[in-house]
T-cell receptor, first 115, second 113 residues
Framework: GAGVSQSPSNKVTEKGKDVELRCDPI?????LYWYRQSLGQGLEFLIY????????KSGLPSDRFSAERTGGSVSTLTIQRTQQEDSAVYLC?????????????FGQGTRLTVV | AQSVTQLDSQVPVFEEAPVELRCNYS??????LFWYVQYPNQGLQLLLK??????LVESINGFEAEFNKSQTSFHLRKPSVHISDTAEYFC???????????FGKGTKLTVNP
C-alpha cells in the first residue's frame, strides 16, 4: 500500500476484555515496529520484527501483551485482560530494515481507551 | 542501552523568533540520529537525520540539527519559525548494529503570532 495502515483507528473496550490491533506495513518493508504513545511519555518502544521474527521484544510491558507477524507483512498486537493503564495511542512503523539508516514510516495509530 | 533525553517538554515562541529544541542521547557505540515531527492530528514523519559525514544536517523547511559527539547532543534549530511549525518534535536514536529505534519524550513547540 501507499503507507502504513492501522486498524481500528479508535477502540473503546471494557476493562478485562482482550483487544487486537492490526498493522499493515508498506509493501516490501521487512522491519516492523510497535510503539505506545501516552500523554507525557513520548514514544515507548514495545517490539520490533525483522521478517516474521521478533529480535527485540524487550519493551512489552507485561505478559498480557503479545505480537505476531505473518507472511512478513501484517502484524497484530494483542492485549489480554486490558487495564485502564493500557489506554494510549499504539503506533506501528515499518522500514526497509536492511540498512541502519533507513527511515521508519509511521501509521496514524490506534487510539485505545479502556473504560 | 541507548536512551534519549529531550530537556524541554514545551517550548512557546513568537513567530519569526529563533528556536532550539534540545536532544541528548546516551550510547557507547556509533549512532544514527533522527528528528521526527508530529503535526496536530497527524502521524509522525521524518524531519531530518544524521547518518555520517557532515555533522550539520538540514531539512527542506529550514530546520537544521548538528551532531556533537563529544556532548552526545543533536539539537534542532530554526532561525525564524512560522506558525505552521507548531507541532511536537521527537528526537530518536538507533545504535549501530541494532534495528531498535528509541525516542525521546518529545517537545511541543507552539508558535504564537
Amino acid at each position: 500500500g501507499a503507507g502504513v495502515s492501522q486498524s481500528p483507528s479508535n477502540k473503546v473496550t471494557e476493562k478485562g476484555k482482550d483487544v487486537e490491533l492490526r498493522c499493515d506495513p508498506i509493501s516490501g518493508h521487512t522491519a516492523l515496529y510497535w510503539y505506545r504513545q501516552s500523554l507525557g511519555q513520548g514514544l515507548e518502544f514495545l517490539i520490533y520484527f525483522q521478517g516474521n521474527s521478533a529480535p527485540d521484544k524487550s519493551g512489552l510491558p507485561s505478559d498480557r501483551f503479545s505480537a505476531e507477524r505473518t507472511g512478513g507483512s501484517v502484524s497484530t498486537l494483542t492485549i489480554q485482560r486490558t487495564q485502564q493503564e493500557d489506554s494510549a495511542v499504539y503506533l506501528c512503523a515499518s522500514s526497509l530494515g536492511t540498512q541502519m539508516n533507513t527511515e521508519a514510516f509511521f501509521g496514524q495509530g490506534t487510539r485505545l481507551t479502556v473504560v | 542501552a541507548q536512551s534519549v533525553t529531550q530537556l524541554d517538554s514545551q517550548v512557546p515562541v513568537f513567530e519569526e523568533a529563533p528556536v532550539e529544541l534540545r536532544c541528548n542521547y546516551s550510547s557507547s557505540v556509533s549512532v544514527y540520529l533522527f528528528w521526527y515531527v508530529q503535526y496536530p492530528n497527524q502521524g509522525l514523519q521524518l524531519l531530518l537525520k544524521y547518518l555520517s559525514g557532515s555533522t550539520l544536517v538540514e531539512s527542506i523547511n529550514g530546520f537544521e540539527a548538528e551532531f556533537n559527539k563529544s556532548q552526545t547532543s543533536f539539537h534542532l534549530r530554526k532561525p525564524s519559525v512560522h506558525i505552521s511549525d507548531t507541532a511536537e518534535y521527537f528526537c530518536a536514536v538507533r545504535e549501530g548494529g541494532s534495528e531498535k529505534l528509541v525516542f525521546g519524550k518529545g517537545t511541543k513547540l507552539t508558535v504564537n503570532p
